[in-house]
């Protein structure tokens, strides 16, 4: 929309200059799809629970599950922060203006009426059967103790690094998250700027 403007640098990396956090999330949406192309908004297609529409029997129990999940995303949405909605509806609109606007970019079954409740559905946790949670999370302790000690040995640490100006060559903090992932783990390099709001990269 006419609320953000996005420049990328010689790299490609978006920086991005929006009014509001609903501005964001659209500009979010649109270099993501830039950049990945029909996987942002297979995701969503996946967190509707309607990959078995398209891709056949072989997803429905994925389906399922992920109908599930997007249910308690639907009930659960007006619990959502203000902003967090805005974002996720702006993600959505982003995603169907892209989807619009270049179908030579994606299959021509791609959906472009999602919503920020399919946004809310792909970040929630699977709804799974609590006999089913709950083996899975003795499982999740069980492989996070053993990493835990696997650290321990080695000496690492996880999940975030944070140096204070003084330790950094350009006299500015830094802070670099999950240093034990690969460059390839799924990360999205940006610079958003929402002023008044945020500046971050």
């Known amino acids: 929309p006419d609320r953000v403007e996005i420049r990328r640098t010689a790299y490609g990396v978006p920086h991005i200059q929006a009014e509001d956090l609903g501005a964001f999330g659209y500009a979010m949406a649109w270099v993501q799809l830039e950049d990945y192309g029909a996987r942002v908004a297979h995701g969503l297609v996946r967190a509707r629970g309607h990959l078995a529409r398209y891709y056949g029997r072989d997803s429905l129990d994925r389906d399922f599950d992920a109908r599930l999940t997007h249910a308690r995303a639907v009930e659960t949405w007006l619990q959502l922060q203000q902003e967090t909605r805005a974002v996720y509806d ?107 709001v945020m500046d971050f990269y």
């Open 90 to 196: 702006g993600f959505a609109q982003g995603v169907n203006d892209y989807v619009r606007q270049h179908p030579d970019e994606l299959p021509a079954w791609m959906p472009h009426d999602f919503t920020g409740r399919d946004v809310a559905a792909l970040w929630m946790e699977q709804a799974v059967p609590g006999a089913a949670l709950n083996w899975a999370d003795r499982a999740r302790r069980l492989r996070e103790r053993a990493r835990q000690d696997s650290l321990a040995r080695e000496g690492e640490g996880s999940n975030a690094w944070a140096f204070a100006p003084s330790r950094s060559r350009s006299g500015r903090a830094m802070l670099l998250r999950n240093p034990h992932l690969d460059w390839s783990a799924g990360y999205y390099e940006a610079h958003v700027t929402i002023p008044g």
